[in-house]
């Protein structure tokens, strides 16, 4: 059995209300932050309709539903028979804007961004290069299932970006520091594979085969003007120093 202690507090900015929520559960603290619009609802995505005999039980209602079943809520202006109805949904205007309508007798509260990437990270497209966001078991926890592009490193991060970083490296230094990410050299069909999933960095790198190329999707005057994998075709002397490309699993 789960219980309650909630604080609501509501302050008005000019014509734009931001209502602040806490619930204190015996798993911890969930806090969101709603901004109102006035006039306005979310049209679909209601999870649940409720008669509520006080304005504020709205969004402890959607606090106590969860993020599944309430991202943010419409509430009638006037009571009818004493009662207020307050619609639950399970979207937000930020996700969905195209819902959103004039409705004279309701006022609209949403999450704010910052409380929505805070609950639902994924919402905020932290992967990168074509990496896919997956919800972790618990709220505010994710992980990205990086795409082929960025199995081309030099060095990828938990959110699939890809470093900038210019290595000043021989060929044998170049696989010695693939060894240390945990990778080998990369292979130029690995590389065209990044290419053709979008990466495109201006800078020579070492290849397995002892050429040293880079990939490009637009031509730029100061990295040859060509689009490809733009580089050496043949092997070349290996005590030059390039970049490192390696790949990943």
């Known amino acids: 059995m789960s219980f309650f202690k909630s604080i609501v507090v509501l302050t008005s900015y000019f014509t734009t209300a931001f209502l602040s929520l806490a619930l204190a559960q015996h798993l911890g603290l969930q806090y969101r932050n709603f901004y109102k619009l006035e006039n306005r609802s979310l049209v679909g995505n209601v999870t649940d309709t409720k008669k509520v005999k006080d304005y504020f039980e709205c969004p402890f209602l959607c606090l106590e539903r969860g993020p599944s079943a309430c991202l943010s809520f419409n509430v009638g202006k006037t009571t009818y028979n004493g009662y207020y109805t307050c619609e639950l949904s399970n979207s937000e205007r930020y996700l969905d804007p195209h819902r959103m309508q ?7 509260y949403g999450m704010t961004t910052e409380s929505l990437f805070s609950l639902l990270p994924c919402t905020s ?3 990168k290069y074509g990496g896919t966001c997956i ?3 618990r709220s505010g926890e994710f992980s990205c299932q990086c795409g082929v592009e960025i199995t081309i490193l030099p060095f990828i991060d938990d959110t699939c970006n890809v470093a900038i970083g210019v290595y000043r490296l021989n060929f044998n230094d170049a696989r010695r520091l693939c060894e240390i990410l945990g990778a080998t ?4 069909h690995q590389l065209q594979a990044a290419w053709e999933a979008g990466l495109q960095k ?10 040293a ?3 490009m999707r637009t031509a730029s005057p100061g990295c040859g003007n ?3 994998i733009v580089g050496s075709s043949a092997p070349i002397n290996k005590n030059t120093k390039y970049n490192a490309w390696c790949y990943k699993e």
Request: glycine share 12%; net charge neutral.
């Open 213 to 215: 190329r880079y990939p």
């Open 125 to 127: 497209s932290p992967c």
């Open 226 to 228: 060509y689009i490809g």
């Open 135 to 137: 919800h972790g078991p």
């Open 102 to 108: 004039q409705r004279a007798s309701y006022d609209y």
């Open 185 to 188: 050299q990369a292979t130029y």
């Open 202 to 211: 201006c800078a020579l790198g070492w290849l397995a085969d002892g050429t």
